[in-house]
T-cell receptor, first 111, second 113 residues
């Protein structure tokens, strides 16, 4: 199982770009990288998923280098409402083993 | 709204009791996952069903059981409840199994007193 390592917490300010890096040294060939966001007492919400290079959607961008041993979630121009816990997960679609949810990164946005 | 419905939203019960949590997945989703999240902790995977069959099991206690019915809704049964079982229980659904976009419900907050 590919384990991920993320910073426990990060601070930033409104209007800044925030980059959260996740390390996954044992990523397998079929694994994808997925990021979720969770607000207190709410279920996690899917943000973005990618396999290699760069993926962008209306919420975030995901950068994955060629060796795929790490990935970076980029949140452009954050606001106070982006304060949440962000989880990085690695695994293969249609796999029978389950994703391991770590402690995530607690992102605090200040005014 | 994720499309995943969990009931009840809140549940308070005494130690030793048994409760049933219910989950209705998004329309068309075949996979249902159950997670436990204690205060300020990460999500602990409990169990997954795919189209009615158990597909993966995590750290689910023997006192806990689950099933997925033909209409794809799922129930998580928790028995002989202990104070330490107090937590948020989330259900998620997805179209496939494995690492794919999963949609989470709002959770059931269980308090054991």
């Amino acid at each position: 199982l590919a384990k991920t390592t993320q910073p426990i917490s990060m601070d930033s300010y409104e209007g800044q770009e925030v980059n959260i890096t996740c390390s996954h040294n044992n990523i397998a060939t079929n694994d994808y990288i997925t990021w979720y966001q969770q607000f207190p007492s709410q279920g996690p919400r899917f943000i973005i998923q990618g396999y290699k290079t760069k993926v962008t959607n209306e919420v975030a961008s995901l950068f994955i280098p060629a060796d795929r041993k790490s990935s970076t979630l980029s949140l452009p121009r954050v606001s106070l409402s982006d304060t949440a816990v962000y989880y990085c997960l690695v695994g293969a679609p249609d796999s029978n083993y389950q994703l391991i949810w770590g402690a995530g990164t607690k992102l605090i946005i200040k005014p | 709204d994720s499309g995943v419905t969990q009931t009840p939203k809140h549940l308070i019960t005494a130690t030793g009791q048994r409760v049933t949590l219910r989950c209705s997945p998004r329309s068309g989703d075949l996979s249902v996952y159950w997670y436990q999240q204690s205060l300020d902790q990460g999500l602990q995977f409990l169990i997954q069903y795919y189209n009615g069959e158990e597909r993966a099991k995590g750290n689910i206690l023997e006192r806990f059981s689950a099933q997925q019915f033909p209409d794809l809704h799922s129930e998580l049964n928790l028995s002989s409840l202990e104070l330490g079982d107090s937590a948020l229980y989330f259900c998620a659904s997805s179209t496939r199994q494995g690492n794919t976009e999963a949609f989470f419900g709002q959770g059931t907050r269980l308090t054991v007193v």
